[in-house]
């Protein structure tokens, strides 16, 4: 029997309405934890935690913030392995995969303890003679924060270590799948000195934590990730709250690889397999459309089969494995329909594809390449979220472009090609928030800012110093010194 884990409200551990359990999706024998789920009430404990702590925390110096922060930013990067562990055994990355979040969750609180020192306001002269105008950045209030389950340490770093930079208290709902990588973020962060109901921790649903938070009104703002149907209820919720809140959307993505003629066969095999599957192709940045010029293609696609059927895919925790298991049965699911739908559409299945059976019971899929595709498919439309990619033939670098655009989604896009004239001339072309020459789609970097365009995102960039734009508002104040 494991101990139920505890919310955390106004500085203290407390029990919740109901229990919560994680499953590994690598052995759905073996039970993680158990967690104690917060109902309607105890969420607007923690808002009114939140409320009544944010004076203070607002009025606190940068240098207690670095503190606390940077404090946050050691134990994380200390405890990596361990944490990466529970992260792989909890979501199904590969354990490298799990320490490498891990520790990319401990630099963006490092980031962040350095970014408390450096907001500074700005002085100057007035237009009008005798006065004097000064900006300055506050913060908003209460952040409400709802997170998804496929990076469930890093995407809560990137929100939770601004938010309290600048100086914002926090009600931190993470998703249902994973609340064991959100409640022991949550333990390091309480260890760090912040005062009682700076920080909070809230399991449980979207329908009662997450519509709580979107309906309180002392929660000033919302940072949201999650998927596209999900954001438009929050954009719908937090626009009709009185008042209305602030908020910023990170969704989906059907982000495009394009692979030309002159790209290094080799490179592009290794971007796509990347891309694609790694993460089982449970990232916003997957590259889950493969445009592929004439010339290159029938080499790309049996290069690809070759270097598809020699990767591992089992317990996320074996040393060597490439590819975890996917989530849990209700993905699986979606990915078998989407398997299904790609085949009736009259793609070719080329490689994978297949529920594959492993020493433990898990959900484990082989990775699927379609071929035969085309941009209006389904399969080349609608977000899949797991290992399932489609290659479109393309004529040409512009039909490919061309390809690459029609979307609705716009976060990630690549090219690999040796080409300086294409690969510049897709970065300036491509609408995407981040774009990728001879590198998987993703947003490596934690310093810089992630994001995307058309229906990806909405609102302020997170990460890097772009940051401050959404957990901060601008004051003007006019003195006339007399
Ligand atoms: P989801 O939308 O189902 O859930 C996300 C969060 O919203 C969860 O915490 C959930 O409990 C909460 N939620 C659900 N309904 C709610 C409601 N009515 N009110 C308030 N909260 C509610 O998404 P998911 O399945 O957890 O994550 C996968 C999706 O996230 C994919 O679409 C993926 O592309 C996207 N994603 C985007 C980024 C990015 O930065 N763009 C990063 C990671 C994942």
Not at 103 to 123: D, N, S, T, W, Y
Not at 266 to 288: D, H, I, L, P
Not at 409 to 414: E, I, K, R, T
Request: glycine letters at 10%; one cysteine or more; charged letters at 20%.
């Amino acid at each position: 029997m494991t101990a139920i884990l505890k919310n955390f409200i106004g500085g203290e551990w407390v029990d919740g309405s109901g229990v919560t359990k994680n499953i590994n999706p690598s052995n759905t024998n073996d039970l993680v934890g158990e967690y104690a789920k917060a109902d309607k009430a105890q969420t607007e404990k923690a808002i009114a935690a939140a409320k009544a702590a944010f004076p203070a925390w607002a009025q606190s110096t940068p240098q207690v913030r670095y503190d606390a922060l940077n404090k946050i930013s050691t134990e994380i990067l200390a405890r990596k392995e361990e944490l990466g562990r529970l992260l792989a055994r909890e979501e199904g990355k590969t354990l490298p995969e799990g320490i490498g979040e891990v520790a990319r969750a401990g630099q963006i609180f490092a980031f962040f303890a350095g970014e408390a020192l450096r907001l500074i306001g700005e002085k100057g002269a007035s237009v009008r003679p005798g006065l004097d105008v000064e900006l300055t950045r506050e913060p908003v209030g209460v952040v409400g924060m709802i997170t998804p389950w496929n990076f469930p340490i890093a995407i809560p770093a990137w929100k939770i270590a601004p938010a309290l930079c600048y100086g914002n208290t926090v009600v931190f709902k993470p998703a249902e799948l994973v609340p064991g990588s959100g409640h022991a973020l949550a333990e390091i962060i309480t260890r760090s000195g912040i005062p009682a109901g700076v920080f909070n921790l809230v399991v449980g649903s979207g329908s009662v934590v997450g519509q709580t938070l979107l309906e309180h009104p002392d929660v000033a703002a919302i940072s949201f990730t999650g998927s596209v149907q999900t954001g438009r209820k929050i954009a719908q919720a937090c626009v009709l709250s009185n008042p209305m809140k602030k908020f910023q959307l990170e969704m989906g993505g059907k982000n495009p690889l394009v692979v030309l003629d002159d790209a290094d066969l080799k490179t592009a095999v290794e971007v796509a397999v990347n891309g694609a599957y790694f993460s089982t192709g449970q990232r916003c940045t997957a590259s889950s459309r493969l445009i592929v010029t004439e010339g290159i293609h029938d080499r790309f696609v049996a290069a690809m089969a070759e270097r598809l059927s020699g990767l591992s895919v089992d317990d996320a925790l074996k040393a060597g494995v490439h590819m975890g298991p996917v989530v849990d049965q209700s993905q699986l699911d979606q990915d078998l329909r989407y398997i299904k739908i790609g085949q009736d559409e009259g793609a070719k299945l080329a490689f994978g594809g297949e529920l594959l059976k492993r020493e433990n019971p898990g959900h484990y899929l082989q990775p699927a390449l379609f071929t035969e595709a085309n941009n209006n498919m389904r399969i080349a439309r609608e977000e899949i979220f797991g290992p399932v990619a489609a290659v479109i033939r393309a004529k040409n670098y512009e039909e490919a472009l061309a390809i690459s655009n029609d979307t609705e989604f716009g976060l990630a896009s690549g090219i690999c090609t040796t080409s300086l004239k294409y690969a510049s001339h897709y970065k300036r072309n491509s609408e995407s928030g981040m774009v990728m020459v001879n590198l998987p789609t993703a947003g490596v970097d934690y310093h810089v800012p992630f994001g995307g365009r058309k229906g990806s995102s909405y609102g302020a960039r997170e990460q890097g110093s772009y940051a401050r734009e959404f957990y901060t508002t601008v004051k003007t104040a006019y003195t006339f010194p007399g």
